[in-house]
């Protein structure tokens, strides 16, 4: 199964102006998909992170990938590290700052993914029993509620109907709540955090609390932006409410001084991350320190599908939890998790999403949007990932890349231009 | 890829009188041979251990195998485990002193196997890459040294050569390994202790050392039969010549006492388990407990080839080492082990094995024995696990098995037949 094609196509997505504590989102979310064609002329599909950089990283392991067998993966994996590596005298596709095993995790795990689908496709087996076998044939997700200011994403001529309206207040964020709810029937709700006084944060899970009645799991993630002292008196006023505590700090550090205080304060309440255990290297800390008690994998930087098999297995051979993170996504990205959350037993909580958020004007799938019924998705049957891009669809979203300007995420700038032009991340801000 | 037909064939193998701490080995070992064939006629295959209870087991089990898809693996490692389950009423399969979920790991384990072998031959894929594709075209093993009594194995007619000759003391080993050198080129060496006093074993190690020079890496495994106070002497007498040290007391407990001996004597040397780490329940105590620092995997009992996979990553991020136990087997067993370890890039050390044990009259693959060439296999390229069954040899195999009455491995037992009519298994003996 010979790949002879690697077509890397940059798009961009509406996105609503969500907040979070590193600012606001731009109107358009970056994301980049990734196709194989075998020498037969079968296509396997992913998608993943955008911007340039990536793009740059994607093309400088090309020939790592063409005239591959498509099962090749694990030396795949190899390659692409290899050729990630700085090399004296050329111009660097990682950054200084950036470690080559993460970049490498990235861009493996997205070609991973289309690899999987390519396979999939020619033997005609579902993803997901190419990872193991399903465990389950539905999965649940997590409304993902966000402060947001007016409009559904999108510039000029091309926005969107803000179909969620404004939230800037615990009663915005009940509104919220329950027209996700309304639409997709979610039954559990994640809040981003971070953004407003954590007093007025608390009093938006407990509105939350209050609204939903005691049966439906809330979390809360500020992405650490809060002292551990303050994610102390925010874990003390929400004891017995929340399911978990997402990085209520930004460092391993942080996140066992917190464990240690909700511990000592008698509140068992989990501490979740996407912040501080990002990779396998980083796993044992976390749990020595006690810092972690629930992971939040992510395929499109743990290295891929069958990465998070195995984490799901180490998750629970530590006592982990495990739920998923997520980004500003499409259905691609959407179908990737339904596969591996399906193929992975030990997946203990509804998985994050963040695709109610995009408009059906912007998927690429053939068919439309992924449904959500009842807060879960039906795992496919058809072969990879179960779905087809439609190439029309793929061709605007790469206009409207080439036409919005963006090249990298950044929410600063954002809030600066429309919230306030002297705003810093300040980390932690509260 | 519907399964339509489950053969379950015990065989029996001849094996020499090996001596180890629970006793001398039978003139057969029992081996359990499975098929799966799919509805389109394509069968794969799978070894595992062997006796009477083993093949209830995997009889009890044949609903959930029969009429599922070979890749419905997630499934059907579910539907075992609940099948193996006592029901009030029913005879157990699972005797009361036995884990359902050991055993099930184990029959599950089994039909892994065979399933991935059908799945490869299906698709035209080694097994290897099902797993995650290959990081090694060449597998190294390990010499498994045995003190031994005079004999090839077999019984009455059926008796096979003695090719290894008598070895009960130092001199016998160091000839042993010569000739398991000379014969297939190990680079690295193994002895099987707790059958002598620990000073001779000592005294053996010493003898390989100025036998085979510096750069040949050596253990011992006494399987626990010694005191920690005994292992920490033995520990002490060979500092710097071991490359591991495997087993030296029977429980977590013990395991960890030797190690801060070890450790507070300034001796590093790594304690190596196929006994008290032997599940992913266990593994997370190992680490805590400092217990263990190489996990010799055993996909016959961790769960299979994937679970060894998984196994791999987990060791990797927790700063263990990975290594592969064995028990006598053919090459259908041999195979496996090839191609998980061809897919595990964390395996970091030469993998144990007792094939050199077994005779070419006893093998069931059609062309006869694996090769073992300077000390390694190469992986295969063919389909599946790369080999097929020669059904003449697997029935000479049953025919051996209905006619030499072991139903079960009993050590003790031959033990007190030819060597002490009064030998008794003592743990510790030392």
Redesign the interface.
């Given at each position: 199964m010979k790949i002879v094609e690697f077509r890397i196509t940059p798009i961009a997505v509406a996105d609503p102006p969500l907040l979070n504590c590193a600012g606001l989102h731009a109107p358009y979310a970056l994301r980049t998909i990734i196709e194989l064609v075998s020498e037969d002329g079968i296509t396997g599909a992913s998608e993943t992170h955008g911007g340039e950089r990536l793009l740059a990283q994607f093309e400088h392991v090309r020939s790592a990938v063409i005239g591959r067998?498509a099962?090749?993966?694990?030396?795949?994996?190899?390659a692409v590290e290899e050729q990630l590596a700085p090399v004296p005298g050329e111009t660097p596709v990682v950054m200084p700052r950036e470690s080559v095993s993460v970049v490498a995790s990235r861009i493996f795990g997205a070609i991973e993914v289309a690899a999987l689908d390519l396979i999939g496709k020619a033997?005609g087996?579902p993803v997901c029993?190419?990872l193991?076998?399903?465990?389950r044939d539905e999965v649940h997700f997590s409304a993902y509620l966000f402060y947001k200011l007016a409009g559904g994403g999108g510039e000029g001529d091309d926005v969107r109907e803000d179909r969620w309206g404004v939230a800037t207040d615990p009663a915005g964020i009940v509104a919220q709540a329950k027209a996700m709810i309304d639409a997709y029937g979610f039954r559990s709700i994640k809040l981003k955090g971070g953004v407003y006084e954590p007093k007025q944060e608390i009093a938006a899970i407990h509105a939350l609390r209050e609204a939903l009645g005691p049966d439906t799991p809330l979390r809360i993630d500020p992405n650490g932006a809060w002292t551990p002292q303050t994610s102390l008196e925010v874990g003390k006023a929400l004891a017995g409410v929340l399911e978990y505590f997402e990085d209520p700090a930004p460092t391993m550090a942080g996140m066992a001084e917190v464990r240690r205080g909700l511990l000592a304060d008698g509140n068992p309440m989990p501490l979740a991350t996407n912040m501080v255990v990002t990779s396998?290297?980083e796993?044992?800390d976390g749990?020595n320190a006690d810092a972690v008690q629930v992971i939040l994998a992510d395929h499109h930087y743990w290295g891929g599908l069958?990465?998070i098999?195995?984490?799901g297995?180490?998750a629970?051979?530590?006592?982990l939890g495990l739920s998923m993170h997520s980004n500003s996504h499409l259905g691609l990205s959407l179908l990737a998790m339904v596969h591996v959350a399906a193929?992975t037993?030990h997946l203990t909580y509804a998985s994050d999403t963040h695709y109610p958020w995009q408009s059906a004007e912007d998927e690429i799938l053939a068919g439309g949007r992924v449904e959500i019924k009842n807060g879960a998705i039906q795992v496919p049957t058809a072969p990879g990932l179960g779905a087809e891009i439609d190439q029309d669809a793929l061709a605007r979203g790469r206009e409207r890349y080439d036409r919005c300007g963006y090249r990298v995420r950044d929410d600063r700038a954002e809030m600066r231009k429309h919230v306030d032009p002297a705003w810093e991340y300040l980390m932690p801000r509260w």
């Open positions: 067998d099962w090749d993966l694990a030396r795949l994996s190899r033997t087996v029993e190419l193991g076998g399903r465990v396998f290297d796993l044992a749990v069958r990465a098999t195995h984490l297995t180490a629970q051979a530590l006592g193929a037993p």
